[in-house]
């Protein structure tokens, strides 16, 4: 049988009691399906439900086939390894035993003397020449995803499910991704901002705030078809508010003449020369008249009110991220960062940069750019006061705000608001609730727990604590762009743009980089 993914009348809802799917009814068959929606729109919770990492409140999960998942991220435990994360950890140590000569005979018979070589042309594969032994928690974010991609060509699944793949991937690590699609036979359902990425997509499954709308093509045809439908149901509602308006007129112009026809009437009965009779009867053909006109009336108002709200549920409401800032005053001379000869790393002695110089004044722009591992987080870290210089001479002049991939500057424990409370105190109420409501954090939404957020949600969040209020003259950003839905990217750009501070980016994404400006790189290689 095929593999294919069936999703009949789904439902499913937060913890808290949020609904995210109703009666969702959805198919996959072969081919690369790429997943889109606003941040919080269920987008990995979906990938979740296919896999059977979560049940469904309604409905049911039907899937044909073995299933395999590409995390957002790989979160190296104490002790894990590549082979680990393959699952062949005890194979490995099996022949390690044979080769040392202590393997009983059953433990020989059981050797899988190919799967070295086997690891070797994986690794090859997906980018990775280091031995399947090294622990994950020495590897980059990049390197990580890397590996848990041969885990999963490894596995030989039927269905692929990839959340987020190309988070923290170098422009070779993106390639890889795209040739694993292009070459996949079987189901792939990708959950992705990237756009392009999106592009080779088969269809396009949009989740919205109505359910989920399948588009045909990749990025390009899904924006064309959206924007045609957006820009009918527009019409539709504009129709719709016109035939509401011209009903009231109506009803208004009927009721004024009614009035008329009253009041013309009472003055005649007050005459005195027209029998009592025939003004009674006069009167209960008014009445009956205005009651038949007043109840059509109603009958076409209500009409036009329910076409209206027909129409106006098929509008998809936006609530744009506007990201404004306050000057951070930072002056077009003042020194920023120094750093002379500079050596770090994460273990003692094992460098990761070397005798690395740079020097930003005023409100500098810079890209930090090379392959996974080449330190470009290390960096980061480094410029944070995360890390410490092994050698050389470091300066940072001028306070800072660093975003790391995790947005680890946030208490995941505690509410929007009040992480934001935290990193700028004597923030008033108002001034909290403003900031926030330009991030898209309004009322309720400001008081949600940050651990239960999606990592485009907890970007935004960061970003709204550092700069809604009064924004560092340095800005330190680990990839920004990885988590945040296409919109919410476009706005952040915009705003990014607008930040008059020195701000240094590491970003695989040459589209972000492009708009928020950056005027120069430090490309890191061997021997940074």
């Not at 090859?124 to 980059?140: F, I, K, N, Q």
């Not at 007050?270 to 006109?293: F, Q, S, Y």
Request: net charge neutral; aromatic share 4%.
């Amino acid at each position: 049988m095929p593999a294919s993914i069936t999703l009949s009348d789904l439902g499913w809802s937060t913890p808290d009691g949020r609904p995210i799917f109703r009666q969702l009814n959805l198919a996959f068959g072969p081919g690369p399906t790429g997943l889109v929606g606003r941040n919080g729109s269920g987008k990995s919770t979906l990938l979740k439900l296919i896999s059977g990492e979560c049940a469904p409140s309604a409905g049911a999960v039907s899937v044909a086939g073995s299933v395999a998942t590409l995390r957002q991220q790989v979160e190296p435990t104490p002790g894990a390894s590549i082979a680990g994360l393959i699952g062949v950890a005890d194979g490995l140590a099996l022949i390690r035993l044979a080769e040392s000569g202590e393997a009983s005979a059953e433990q020989l018979e059981a050797c899988d003397w190919l799967l070295e070589s086997r690891l070797q042309a994986l690794l090859a594969g997906v980018g990775l020449s280091m031995p399947p032994e090294t622990p994950l928690d020495r590897l980059s974010g990049g390197q990580r995803t890397r590996a848990a991609i041969a885990a999963l060509l490894f596995a030989e699944p039927d269905i692929l499910l990839l959340d987020e793949p190309t988070n923290h991937l170098d422009a070779d690590g993106r390639a890889a991704i795209a040739q694993l699609l292009a070459d996949w036979r079987g189901v792939a359902v990708v959950a992705s901002h990237d756009r392009a990425l999106l592009e080779a997509m088969h269809r396009i499954v949009e989740l919205g705030h109505d359910g989920a709308r399948t588009y045909g093509g990749g990025w390009s045809a899904y924006r064309a078809r959206k924007a045609e439908a957006q820009a009918a149901a527009e019409q539709r509602l504009a129709d719709a508010e016109k035939a509401l308006a011209d009903a009231k007129r109506s009803a208004t112009r009927n009721a004024e003449k009614q009035a008329r026809r009253d009041a013309a009437g009472q003055r005649k009965a007050m005459k005195g020369d027209e029998p009592a009779i025939d003004l009674g009867l006069r009167k209960d053909r008014a009445e009956k008249t205005g009651g038949g006109h007043g109840r059509i009336a109603e009958s076409r108002i209500a009409a036009a009110r329910e076409a209206h709200e027909s129409a106006r549920g098929r509008i998809e409401v936006v609530n744009p991220l506007a990201v404004a800032m306050p000057s951070t005053g930072l002056s077009p001379s003042r020194r920023v960062v120094e750093l002379e000869k500079v050596g770090t790393g994460h273990v003692e002695g094992e460098y990761v940069l070397g005798d690395l110089d740079l020097a930003l004044i005023g409100p500098e722009r810079l890209a930090v750019t090379g392959a996974n591992g080449a330190g470009k987080s290390t960096l980061l870290a480094l410029l944070a006061g995360r890390l410490r210089p092994f050698s050389g001479r470091m300066a940072v002049h001028v306070p800072l705000a660093f975003l790391d991939q995790e947005v680890s500057l946030l208490n995941p424990a505690l509410s929007i608001r009040d992480n934001f409370r935290a990193l700028n105190p004597g923030a008033t109420e108002n001034d909290v609730r403003a900031a926030l409501a330009r991030f898209m954090f309004r009322a309720g939404a400001a008081l949600q727990r940050v651990g239960t957020l999606s990592g485009g949600e907890r970007l935004r969040a960061g970003l709204a604590s550092v700069l809604g209020l009064r924004p560092p003259p340095l800005l330190l950003l680990d990839e920004p762009s990885n988590h945040l839905d296409i919109d919410a990217l476009e706005a952040v750009e915009q705003g990014l743009a607008a930040y008059d501070g020195a701000l240094v980016a590491v970003s695989h994404d040459e589209a972000f980089l492009k708009a928020i400006g950056i005027g120069r790189r430090l490309h890191l290689g061997a021997g940074s």
